[in-house]
């Protein structure tokens, strides 16, 4: 029981950097925009992350540059995509590509560095709870904030006026703007908090999920959040599910290997994307559901007044 109270406590905080970083992306998809840019986006905000704590100590600080950073880039993509019409995929792509690349040459210098002791957080009281203590009580603070983020974001686009203009935005930009709604800045707007969310998730990885500065660290992560919004099909709550369900599988090939089950260690680490391909796959066969609950207008590029 110990060591899956220990498998649980990994499976939430691997499944952390997943659901801030899909949440966003679900929000940028929500308003009609694809960005296949996470991976580089996570990259340069975990290394600026990383350099933010390094030079001032402060968790928080990093987790901000983090976020700063993933908004300054997805600003950049926004304005490529939505003001001067280029093609989201390739452009995504292109900052996927520039994220890896740039976030190599900045992180040179911080390859041997090292941060400060790292803290060890948990709830007074119920951290001393047998198996759920362990497993759900000692975890770093971002781990509950993603939990409260997943119910602000589905409050925010299920109950309020602002989140019935971004659904608007993503199922028809040309009504919307009939109805004198700026869509180019919603999406922009949109864009941009996707971002910041994505550069939350890349700066909590190399500052608390691996406390290092490695090259490349993100490792797919960037792509398991996009496919992600398809497997929760575009809802807040199944993406924390999702997340948490692809966070179990990554960590169980550590636990596995822990317990010395004799299986090939490539044949582990294979497991999350494998798991990834099964599920949309599986998704897939069903045209009809995603259909039903895919933005109508995502991807689709939008010119006022054609």
Not at 149 to 164: C, D, E, N, V
Not at 185 to 204: F, N, Q, S
């Amino acid at each position: 029981m110990e060591a899956f109270a220990l498998l649980l406590a990994a499976t939430f905080n691997a499944g952390t950097v997943l659901a801030i970083a899909a949440l966003g992306l679900l929000i940028n998809e929500r308003a009609g925009i694809v960005n296949l840019g996470a991976e580089g986006m996570m990259l340069v905000a975990a290394i600026a992350g990383y350099a933010t704590a390094v030079h001032t100590g402060n968790d928080w600080l990093a987790f901000g540059a983090g976020a700063m950073a993933g908004a300054l880039l997805a600003a950049a993509f926004g304005v490529l995509v939505i003001w001067l019409n280029t093609n989201q995929y390739a452009t995504g792509l292109a900052l996927s590509l520039f994220g890896a690349g740039f976030s190599a040459f900045a992180g040179i210098a911080y390859t041997q560095e090292k941060l400060s002791e790292r803290p060890h957080f948990e709830i007074p009281g119920l951290a001393d709870v047998p198996f759920f203590g362990p497993a759900m009580f000692r975890q770093h603070p971002m781990v509950y904030l993603a939990v409260l983020l997943t119910i602000a974001i589905a409050w925010f686009l299920y109950r309020s006026r602002a989140g019935l203009v971004l659904r608007a935005v993503g199922e028809s930009p040309e009504s919307a703007h009939a109805l004198g709604y700026p869509v180019r800045r919603i999406r922009l707007a949109a864009v941009m908090v996707g971002g910041a969310l994505c550069g939350v998730a890349g700066a909590y990885i190399s500052v608390v999920y691996t406390p290092l500065w490695v090259e490349g660290m993100i490792a797919g992560k960037g792509w398991i959040a996009l496919a992600l919004t398809t497997f929760a099909t575009w809802r807040p709550a199944r993406v924390l599910l999702g997340a948490y369900l692809f966070g179990g599988v990554t960590m169980l090939q550590f636990h596995l290997q822990g317990e010395g089950v004799q299986i090939p260690s490539q044949f582990l680490t294979m497991l999350p994307y494998v798991a990834t391909i099964v599920v949309l796959v599986l998704i897939s066969r069903n045209a009809n559901f995603i259909k039903v609950n895919m933005p109508a207008s995502i991807g689709k590029p939008f010119f006022p007044g054609s």
